[in-house]
């Protein structure tokens, strides 16, 4: 299936990726286009087929539409903050606002999950118009509508939704569909809930729309009040940390990649793919991050997470760990692409699951054991279970270092010697050995402390080109990835050593682009996947981190307030970002943000 992806008159139905605020429960999330349309909504988790889908199709994928049914400018903005987001409409008549927000009163399983829009008239007067329409199953799955009293109930095989409103509703047996006017301090609700059987929840009038919407407000400036970072950055750096909680599953602990799925690395390509999953890498990072601006719980949560559901699958070749897990903690991520979506401006296949599962990442071992050791140092001593099966993963790792993976970057092109697999596994097995060290702690430690050192000679001897001048991507070979800009990172090697120097300014000549890096050059390094991509994020706001421990301030400095300027307007990134500044892949992603947290902490420190 092909599309233009434009409408009537050349008007897109598509909003650029980064018009859209998000918010959430902390089971699932919405993005919020700037026009008013929640676009993006799995109900009632993260991993849950969508219901509202119609930024992977305009037509099938069902949306809640409600914006001013006149002319209009908009702007969009958090409540400081917070995650409840605002979006204002500007006429000639008036001035109106809509509040989005998922109320958050229990982080069970159990809790209800609601949606709340409000819409209140704050200068003058303004029509509105609300449709609501959702498409469940991915748009796959019939389902009926029908209004009792003020509440449409849409019933489908797997999940009922029931949408109460303080105006006027219509139905047609599909959709819901509401016009209104509101003068100046008038306001208007709609709460969309899940339903189950024949119970309909109770209304929800503007009384309890706005005691949730103070509830909601005071959860998310009591949580965010915690954060011990006081920097330069420190707006950027809260909205970072805000979307990393966003992103949690609270009732296992997992963290998931990003929200969404199937939104483009390059529009019209294929690298589309399903992020919401607990990826080891990702999360461990993020309990990094969390652990810089002292949030210690959400650290915790992660490392019960695996503890108790990231299932240990032997000692065979393939290592105990999956590189993922299913929220819940499952091992079964079945890869499936649904043909009846055409996909964002027309980006197909559109994805759900993710056949990376099967997959060999040695450097998963080195980000888990890494955030171990940290959350001992700063949160809490492991428990003796905990050190056990680290000491299980080390040991396994002694026996497996030495073999050709998959790589960080999931390529499909074959297994391969990546540098940055060699680098995490000695991560992992130094900070084993640090912890071992200082607590006391029982283990082999001549065995560990063999293979850290022979990692770490075949890293300087194979990994380092000298025809390059830098260390490269795979073991003897001449090819460059920023992947390798973790070194001074992790304290494999000084940040002044001259190998490391002439690396950076290796990397810089070839994959930096106004700040912007490349992962690499899909050309000199073909990865199984047609086209090309946009540069990597988290690797501009390490290539920030690497210029400021080489002691670069002027440089590193510049380098993140351009990245800054990437931004969307209520700050929010996503995977990539393309030729023009356009954000790209799927949104927003909790590596960008947790890169972006780490790298202004370091340079605030440098700075001093």
Not at 185 to 201: K, N, Q, R, T
């Amino acid at each position: 299936m092909t599309s233009t992806g434009f409408g009537q008159e050349g008007v897109s139905p598509y909003l650029p990726i980064a018009e859209h605020g998000l918010i959430g429960d902390l089971h699932s999330a919405a993005l919020v286009g700037t026009n008013g349309t929640i676009d993006w909504y799995c109900c009632p988790r993260f991993d849950s087929p969508s219901v509202f889908a119609s930024i992977l199709d305009a037509n099938r994928g069902g949306s809640f539409e409600l914006a001013a049914d006149v002319p209009t400018r908009t702007r969009q903005f958090y409540f400081p903050d917070t995650n409840v987001l605002i979006t204002r409409f500007f006429a000639s008549d008036g001035v109106a606002e809509i509040q989005d927000f998922m109320p958050i009163t229990d982080e069970s399983a159990a809790a209800p999950h609601r949606l709340i829009r409000r819409v209140i008239c704050v200068r003058g007067s303004l029509p509105f118009t609300a449709r609501v329409a959702p498409r469940f199953g991915y748009g796959a799955e019939p389902h009926s509508a029908e209004l009792q009293g003020n509440t449409a109930l849409f019933r489908s095989e797997s999940l009922s939704l029931a949408l109460m409103a303080t105006a006027p509703l219509e139905c047609d047996g599909l959709d819901a569909r509401s016009r209104f006017k509101l003068l100046e301090g008038e306001s208007a609700v709609f709460a969309l809930d899940p339903v189950s059987g024949d119970v309909i929840p109770h209304a929800c009038p503007q009384a309890e729309a706005e005691d949730q919407f103070e509830t909601t407000v005071r959860f998310w400036r009591n949580w965010l009040a915690a954060s011990r970072y006081h920097g330069r950055w420190r707006e950027m750096v809260h909205r970072s940390a805000l979307v990393l909680k966003l992103l949690t599953y609270a009732p296992t602990g997992a963290i998931v990649a990003a929200p969404t799925t199937s939104l483009p690395e390059q529009i019209g390509g294929e690298r589309n793919w399903d992020y919401r999953f607990v990826w080891v890498r990702d999360a461990a990072f993020c309990v990094y991050a969390m652990l810089r601006l002292g949030f210690t719980e959400e650290a915790e949560a992660f490392m019960g997470f695996l503890s108790e559901r990231g299932t240990m699958r032997g000692s065979g070749s393939e290592g105990p760990l999956q590189i993922m897990y299913g929220i819940d903690g499952r091992n079964e991520l079945p890869e499936r692409e649904l043909p009846h979506l055409e996909g964002y401006l027309g980006s197909a296949p559109v994805r759900v699951g993710n056949a990376a599962t099967g997959q060999l990442q040695l450097d998963i071992y080195g980000a888990l054991i890494d955030s171990v050791y940290l959350y001992d140092k700063w949160g809490q001593p492991i428990s003796s279970d905990r050190w056990d099966e680290l000491g299980v993963l080390v040991d396994w790792l002694c026996d497996h270092w030495d073999q050709p993976d998959d790589g960080v970057w999931e390529t499909r092109g074959g297994r391969r010697n990546f540098v940055y697999s060699r680098l995490m596994c000695w991560v992992a097995i130094e900070r084993a050995i640090r912890m071992a060290n200082r607590r006391g702690l029982p283990a082999d430690l001549p065995r560990w402390r063999q293979s850290r050192d022979a990692i770490y000679r075949q890293i300087m001897q194979r990994g380092w080109s000298p025809d390059r001048g830098a260390f490269v991507q795979h073991l003897e070979d001449h090819v460059l990835d920023a992947s390798v800009l973790m070194m001074p990172m992790a304290k494999f090697i000084s940040p002044t050593d001259p190998k490391w120097l002439a690396t950076l300014d290796a990397l810089t000549a070839d994959l930096v682009s106004d700040s912007l890096v490349y992962r690499y050059d899909p050309e000199a390094s073909p990865d199984g996947l047609r086209g090309a991509e946009g540069t990597f994020s988290i690797c501009s706001f390490w290539y920030v981190e690497a210029l400021a421990r080489a002691g670069r301030l002027e440089e590193a400095r510049l380098a993140f307030e351009k990245m800054l300027t990437y931004a969307n307007h209520v700050g929010l990134y996503a995977e990539e970002i393309g030729l023009t500044g356009e954000q790209l892949g799927n949104f927003p992603q909790a590596f960008t943000h947790l890169s972006l947290i780490s790298a202004a902490f370091n340079l605030d420190r440098a700075l001093g």
